[in-house]
């Protein structure tokens, strides 16, 4: 099959929008809806100069995802002195995982002159992931308890350098997975604060969102989540960057895979069905988030870590203190 846009061979052929590609015109077009995303969400504050520069700190792990959302910002803002990159890497103690992952964005930041931090679950928390799936004093997936250590150190490493914005490498296919979850499962109250801590667009005069945001966090925002996943696998090949594909031997959100196949065939029969969902999940999601600011109790500080909770201790800390019981 040709290429739509220029009768080269097609590399991939996208059923949503029935477009045959080449490799040339698959990465432009990935590129160019990373780029409307960035746009399109505010992501850079009007008042951004180069004297006083936004902070962006994104999420590297090494895999795909956040490796090519690396890569095409730093594409996008090298030259622009209105805008710092910070590459951020965490080690969760995953035995022969995470040290070839992180190889992968030593090279890939080291090629590119880019800031790189390393932070671990054991310098943080004294924990490896390792020995939480061992010792599981909560009887949780692995993936509950790292999910709840990761985002606290994004969220603290980004606060501490005061970043102005946190950015993952989520995919359509992620974000789409998420809404369904969140919809199946009833909760609006979580579909409002979703929107609220990582869709909702930028003011564009400041790095502030358009809605009340509490200053205890750093903004987060998912400029790659208009591009499918198999698109960003095929764009990691195509410029030949230092992806890590190992799957980590923890993985078992056993959840999350009955909706991915659930998706994946929905995708299959009646293609478009990613972007449709996410359209209208984004849109609900902002009239629930209008609807329940208002209700959202205040922020207080754990008092063992001082991070902002609506309890006493944040979930960090009372799963810290599970682990240190066992
Ligand atoms: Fe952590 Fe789960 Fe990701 Fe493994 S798959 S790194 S346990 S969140």
Redesign the pocket.
Known sequence: MDCDKCGDTAVSHAAYSGLHLCEEHLCASVEKRVRRRVREDNLLGRDATPEDPETWVIGLSGGKDSVVLTHILHETFAKDPRVELVALSIH?G?EGYRDESLDACRELTADRDLRHEVVSYDEEFDVR?DEVVEDDPKNMS??AY??VF?RDVLSRYAADIGADKLLTGHNLDDEAETALMNFLEGDVRQIAQQFDASLGPFDGASSERTRGETEAFVPRAKPLRDVPEKEVALYARFEGLPAHITE?P??EEAYRGEIQQLLYDLEERHPGTRHSIMAGYEELAALAATEHRSEDPALDECEQCGSPTTGDRCRKCSLLDALEAV
Do not use: D, V
């Open positions: 969760e995953i992931m692995a993936c790292c999910g990761r980590c923890h993985a």
